[in-house]
């Protein structure tokens, strides 16, 4: 049985919402998802990444996802923002982001 993912709100950053406006103005009328051919999940996000990053001739590493959110949550944190709102947008708590990305 497949288990429903929790939902969150997350703000939508200036550097993603210049990438994501042109796709909503492109976006047939009723179009709910911007990137629909996209959704994939698990192993196959993974898969789908490294096939981009491939295709573009950069870099990959290991554990993108992890290191990516460490990424993003430690620019978030410089950015005076508190750290437990930052846990919640990018579902974990301080002690997990603690443990994990320091």
């Given at each position: 049985m497949k288990r429903e993912q929790p939902s969150r709100t997350v703000p939508l950053f200036p550097e993603v919402r210049e990438c994501l406006d042109p796709l909503?103005?492109?976006?047939?009328?009723?179009?709910?998802?911007?990137l629909p051919r996209?959704?994939?999940?698990?192993?196959?996000l993974k898969k789908e990444l490294t096939a981009v990053c491939e295709k573009l001739k950069i870099p990959t590493w290991k554990k993108p996802w992890q290191n990516m959110r460490a990424t993003r949550e430690t620019e978030l944190t410089a950015e005076g923002h508190p750290i437990h709102n930052v846990?919640?947008?990018?579902?974990?708590s301080p002690s997990t982001a603690l443990k994990h990305y320091n």
């Open positions: 909503w103005e492109s976006a047939d009328e009723g179009q709910v998802l911007i996209h959704q994939v999940t698990g192993s196959a846990c919640h947008w990018l579902g974990n």
